[in-house]
């Protein structure tokens, strides 16, 4: 951090976390209120939607449903779900779910009250006023989404995920339950744990970071480090479910307020043309983008090696960076993530698109290290 330069941080809205954190629903709306439940089929089917709906019902507040956001939502799912928010005269929403469910409910928040398309909105359209307010109760550890002003919107016109970002879209209260955690599948829990470990790193390593997200970050890493192959093994330890839900909506705070890094730039690329999911994109890339970033910061990697409960002492920084790194790769390998596009059966091609979108994304310019086209290219291709 450079004591001569500004910096800023914004706290999320209100967290509620803790083994049966969802009961606080009840007192959160009242009977005038109407929300969407915005959430998807797999919610579903794993009873988690009927949770919410009774205490609702309980409660006597009437809501309406949504339930169908699938993984990496497009246009016109974040479209169609407004246009439900609007004939149906809700009020406020629930997002319910993953980080497509959340960002979901971000863009019909704007999309209920404001004209225009949400592509406008994810390409910088000012919003203005007051927004329907978002109750959020995520399902998965990994995303932060609860946390931020942040959306991800895929176009498929033009194979881009666009990221919307506005300040009124954070969710006014998020409930983080891990009871809800218990029927996660072991490759899904280990998939969005990745995904948090790289918002963790790389908002560590951001050049907006500062002294509040630095130790917010750090925790968080130690926090996933311990608890992942814990959680991945058994998602009903509600210790691990709690420490990786908390860890995950920590790594959530510290990249809404400071970015991300190359990871992130090329995870987005990766997850359109090798239709691999964000989670395991970010896995494939964090470890090799370490190593990229490592000169540029050793010092930030001893810290990073530390929090993985490597010890480092007597190490010089760049042997402690390797001890960072190493401890990465082994967590990854620990619970189940492939190294390699290969191991997964993904065919490596190289579309010149590919790093001009990772090139000019907002995650590449927080990075701590700038990169040329040809190495943001040798660094998709090192995981061939
Ligand atoms: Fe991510």
């Known amino acids: 951090m ?59 507040i009437r809501y309406e449903l949504f339930d169908r956001v699938a993984a990496d939502p497009s246009i016109e799912v974040f479209e169609e779900a407004a246009a439900c928010y609007r004939q149906r005269g809700c009020t406020s929403l629930i997002a319910l779910g993953g980080g497509s469910s959340i960002d979901v409910a971000k863009g019909v928040a704007i999309r209920a009250t404001h004209e225009g398309t949400i592509k406008e909105y994810a390409s910088g359209k000012p919003v203005e006023g007051v927004l329907p307010w978002i109750c959020a109760i995520p399902t998965t550890a990994g995303t932060g989404s609860e946390a931020t002003a942040v959306a991800v919107v895929f176009d498929p016109e033009t194979k881009v995920k666009m990221v919307l970002k506005n300040s009124a879209v954070v969710p006014r209260v998020a409930l983080l339950d891990p009871l809800l955690l218990a029927s ?111 000169p540029a910061c050793p010092e930030k990697f001893v810290a990073i090696a530390e929090a993985a409960g490597r010890d480092v002492r007597g190490l010089s920084a760049e042997k402690a960076a390797t001890e960072a790194i190493d401890a990465v790769r082994d967590l990854f390998a620990k619970v189940g993530l492939p190294r390699t596009l290969s191991e997964m059966g993904v065919e490596f091609r190289l579309e010149p698109k590919m790093v001009d979108d990772a090139f000019t994304s907002p995650p590449a310019k927080s990075n701590p290290r700038k990169a040329e086209p040809e190495q943001i290219a040798a660094l998709f291709a090192s995981v061939k």
């Open 2 to 60: 450079d004591p001569l330069k500004v910096y800023q941080y914004s706290n999320p809205g209100r967290l509620i976390f803790g083994p049966g954190a969802l009961a606080e629903l009840k007192k959160e709306f009242n009977v005038k209120d109407k929300p969407l439940i915005i959430t998807d089929e797999g919610v579903a089917r794993a009873g988690i939607l009927k949770k919410v709906t009774d205490l609702l019902i309980e409660a006597g």
């Open 184 to 294: 996660v599948p072991p490759k899904v829990a280990a998939d969005t744990g990745a995904d948090a470990l790289a918002h963790a790193i790389e908002s560590y390593l951001s050049l907006a970071g500062h002294m509040i997200t630095d130790a917010i970050a750090l925790s968080a890493i130690k926090m996933i480090m311990g608890n992942l192959p814990k959680f991945v093994a058994n998602p009903q330890d509600v210790a691990a479910a709690g420490q990786m839900h908390l860890a995950s909506c920590m790594a959530g705070l510290c990249f809404a307020n400071v970015g991300l890094g190359l990871a992130h730039a090329l995870a987005h690329p990766a997850g359109v043309y090798f239709h691999a999911s964000h989670g395991l994109s970010c896995a494939l890339y964090l470890p090799g983008v370490m190593e990229f970033n490592a």
